[in-house]
């Protein structure tokens, strides 16, 4: 199961000040998963994303937490934890073959083959729901490693709701939520309880 960064720490309470009083200890995350060695481009545009953050954002003391599979973690694992305040946590393959191997179409009812990507869509729905598990933050701020941050994004780290996430009504892409998680970027509160619940639903 996902772990928090070797290198967290929650930051000290100050004399007088009780947990309640803590400021809340919040994260950027987002995940790299290579799959396979051909897809070095993948690496890229995740690359790509996490350097458009860190160029445009103005909480640099906010920490990044980048879920990397194996073969993610061997190509730019190095790269990221030289970067200041980017942390890297490595990936469970926790039933994904299981998750590959089921006829979804026929239990979508949607009559049609699944589309064919660089890594499985159904994997990466599956894998990406252990940001729920980085417990050690009280509020994560997730962004897909497609995403590229063109300003200043950090408003989103304040927001209050326990999750948060744009719901796009009208999408040429076709997922409509059913056969993959499509979020872009959510705001979440890490909870094993919501982790359980989620993976259950999946699986």
């Not at 309470?13 to 309640?20: R, V």
């Amino acid at each position: 199961m996902t772990s928090q960064p070797s290198n967290f720490k929650r930051p000290p309470l100050y004399q007088g000040q009780s947990e309640e009083m803590r400021p809340p200890v919040v994260a950027w995350a987002t995940m790299c998963v290579q799959w396979v060695p051909s897809n070095s481009r993948i690496l890229d545009v995740c690359l790509e994303s996490i350097a458009s953050l860190l160029l445009t954002s103005r909480s640099p003391v906010v920490p990044v937490v980048v879920l990397l599979d194996a073969l993610a973690d061997a190509s730019i694992g190095g790269v990221l934890r030289r970067q200041p305040n980017v942390h890297t946590v490595q990936l469970v393959y926790q039933n994904a073959t299981v998750i590959m191997k089921r006829d979804w179409a026929q239990l979508l009812h949607q009559g049609r083959p699944l589309r064919q990507t660089a890594v499985p869509r159904e994997v990466t729905s599956l894998l990406k729901l252990q940001v729920f598990n980085l417990t050690g933050y009280d509020a994560v701020c997730w962004f897909d490693s497609d995403v590229l941050f063109v300003r200043n994004a950090s408003k989103l780290l304040s927001a209050a709701a326990p999750f948060a996430s744009i719901v796009l009504r009208r999408s040429d892409w076709g997922c409509k939520g059913k056969d993959y998680i499509n979020d872009g970027v959510m705001l979440l509160r890490p909870s094993v309880e919501a982790y359980a619940a989620l993976y259950g639903s999946f699986v």
